[in-house]
């Protein structure tokens, strides 16, 4: 079975981790004489690079699978060949080869000893276990950011540095729930009049948050391998606009029919239904719109996003609820 290398072994020596089942081609010799050769042994199947020797039996290059299918027979080995090798030192950890894999964004890297012989290969599947096959390159950019978040685990082993890296996000849910608490203060004599209202801020606010981070997660997925556009924006605003409004419409009915059944008072729970649906709708929005808005700036969506998202979220429904409320209920 192969063995994943966990956080607890990025210090580990490389050696201990590398596979041998490499293909060594000889500089000098053809593409047709190299694949004639190749057909006669047994190839690995997670071989995705060839690697070229000189006649001293040092590394001199790399030759993807694909460019020497696709090359004349005629030519020589080292005239397709990669010239420029990144290589792993034999005297290296896990994790300076984690660093290289993820900089360079190779599916392999041979493993090379003091003097440019090649020992064995390191490569993406023995780093994480959601890449099954690494001819998938959709599957190979998942695992190239999970080596990423690994490496940067490793570097970053100083409490106060990941204190430094978390808590400027936690300050949009400070920030957010400071401006929510004023909100809720400017409406103080109106929620006095009408407390039916008060009683159901948990349930907006986690309607409106849940939305926002179903949105939010879609986005993040739509935006994994692609660019942010305007055209892109455009469609998925259209298309989530229509899911949030029949949320907003199932939510906010079923919230004002319970309202109204409870409280016995129709027109504050229709005010109740009418806010809910409004404010699930744009906090649907702003799931959309701010991770691409973060992606735009060069960003990551994915960190930025979920406290941005919540914060927004809370504050918008929260102005939503209580002024269409307030204003349909003829409050000055």
Not at 80 to 87: F, K, L, T
Not at 114 to 139: C, P, Q, Y
Not at 195 to 206: E, G, K, Q, R, T
Not at 236 to 258: H, Q, Y
């Amino acid at each position: 079975m192969k063995r994943v290398v966990a956080q607890d072994n990025l210090d580990d020596a490389i050696l201990d981790h590398i596979r041998r089942d490499f293909i060594i081609l000889s500089a000098v010799k053809t593409v047709g004489e190299s694949l004639s050769e190749l057909r006669s042994r047994t190839i690995g199947e997670k071989i995705v690079y060839f690697y070229v020797n000189d006649a001293d039996g040092r590394l001199v290059g790399v030759v993807p699978t694909r460019r020497l299918l696709m090359s004349d027979p005629a030519a020589r080995n080292e005239t397709i060949m990669v010239g420029h090798v990144v290589a792993v030192p034999a005297s290296a950890t896990v994790l300076v080869a984690c660093e290289l894999l993820a900089r360079h964004r190779l599916l392999a890297l041979p493993v090379v000893d003091a003097n440019g012989k090649m020992l064995g290969v390191v490569d993406i599947t023995m780093f994480t276990e959601e890449l099954s096959d690494v001819a998938e390159r959709h599957a190979a950019e998942d695992a190239f950011q999970l080596i990423g978040i690994k490496v940067q685990s490793a570097r970053e082993r100083s409490p106060w540095i990941g204190f430094r890296y978390r808590f400027p996000w936690l300050l949009c849910n400070i920030a957010g729930g400071i401006l929510c608490a004023i909100l809720v203060g400017r409406y103080e004599v109106f929620l006095d009049s009408v407390i039916v209202l008060a009683l159901f801020i948990p349930v907006v606010l986690n309607l409106a948050e849940s939305v926002s981070i179903q949105s939010t997660t879609i986005t993040l997925q739509g935006l994994h391998h692609r660019r942010t556009s305007w055209s892109l924006l455009a469609r998925a605003l259209r298309r989530e606009f229509v899911i949030a409004g029949l949320l907003g419409l199932g939510c906010g009915g079923l919230v004002a029919l319970i309202a109204g059944l409870w409280k016995g008072e129709s027109t504050v729970a229709f005010a109740i239904g009418v806010s809910i649906a409004l404010s699930m709708v744009t906090a649907c929005l702003l799931g959309i719109v701010l991770p691409m808005g973060v992606r735009a700036m060069r960003g990551d969506p994915r960190i930025a996003s979920g406290p941005m998202v919540l914060a927004a979220a809370d504050i918008a429904t929260l102005a939503l609820y209580f002024s269409l409320a307030a204003w349909m209920l003829g409050a000055s």
